[in-house]
């Protein structure tokens, strides 16, 4: 008898792709519709407002960033979880969405963009609190 073992990440990657777009990395994203605004909200604390940048070409959110460590090398590390380095996440958006109706803001670690149906391409300024 053959057992077939199947790779859990990749089939919840898939699931994810399918119900938010291209996403690299969907831990840490909620994406929702309320009516005729979504909302994505991702947890990328300590970010510097410098090095967080959000586009959209067309229909495809990109939202780029680095977080940096505060690592020496004289630390031994027991257990270390958290992450740093730089990061891609990219989300297809509903093509009828206005650059124009994309709000995006920053606070206590939280980055959340709202964004109405209607693509042109633009840069979004994000409003850090």
Do not use: C, W
């Not at 057992?3 to 699931?15: F, H, I």
């Not at 399918?18 to 909302?39: I, M």
């Not at 027991?78 to 509903?94: A, L, N």
Request: net charge neutral; no cysteine.
């Amino acid at each position: 008898m053959r057992y077939m073992v199947r790779n859990t990440n990749e089939d919840l990657s898939r699931v994810a792709q399918r119900l938010f777009g291209n996403a690299t990395d969907p831990s840490g994203v909620d994406l929702y519709k309320e009516d005729k605004l979504y909302t994505l909200e991702m947890d990328i604390p300590g970010l510097d407002k410098e090095s967080l940048d959000i586009t959209l070409e067309k229909s495809l959110l990109t939202i780029k960033g680095k977080k940096n460590s505060a690592d020496s090398d004289k630390r031994h590390y027991y257990q270390k979880g958290r992450h740093f380095g730089e990061f891609v996440k990219r989300f297809s958006v509903p093509s009828n969405t206005s650059s124009e109706s994309i709000k995006a803001s920053y606070k206590d670690g939280v980055l959340k963009i709202e964004f109405a149906e209607n693509v042109s391409e633009s840069k979004i300024n994000v409003l850090f609190n």
